[in-house]
Nanobody, 111 residues
């Protein structure tokens, strides 16, 4: 059973940057697609970005050009670099693999 632990959330001003990290409890080589989702209270969880084992990526339209997802197979981590943050990026961000979810890390973008 894979366990995922997110870190890196916090409070940042609009226009700022944060880097989220997701640490897996075992090797992510061969795990296939891993992703970052986010959820705002009262709304459905939505896909932010995903990355395949070969490095192909997919982004929500709302974050294209601002967010970058990457994976480090040697460190068993998947990261999300978030630049030019907007208040509407405020949410709890979750790491995902298949049906496995991390506990989430909170991101607040506010002045």
């Amino acid at each position: 059973q894979v366990q995922l632990v997110e870190s890196g959330g916090g409070l940042v001003q609009p226009g700022g940057s944060l880097r989220l990290s997701c640490a897996a409890s075992r090797s992510i080589v061969g795990l296939g697609v891993m992703g970052w989702y986010r959820q705002v209270p009262g709304k459905q969880r939505e896909l932010v970005a995903a990355i395949a084992s070969g490095g192909a990526t997919n982004y929500a339209d709302s974050v294209k050009g601002r967010f970058t997802i990457s994976r480090d197979n040697a460190k068993n981590t998947v990261s999300l670099q978030m630049n030019s943050l907007k208040p509407e990026d405020t949410a709890v961000y979750y790491c995902n693999w298949r049906t496995i979810w991390g506990q989430g890390t909170s991101v607040t973008v506010s002045s």
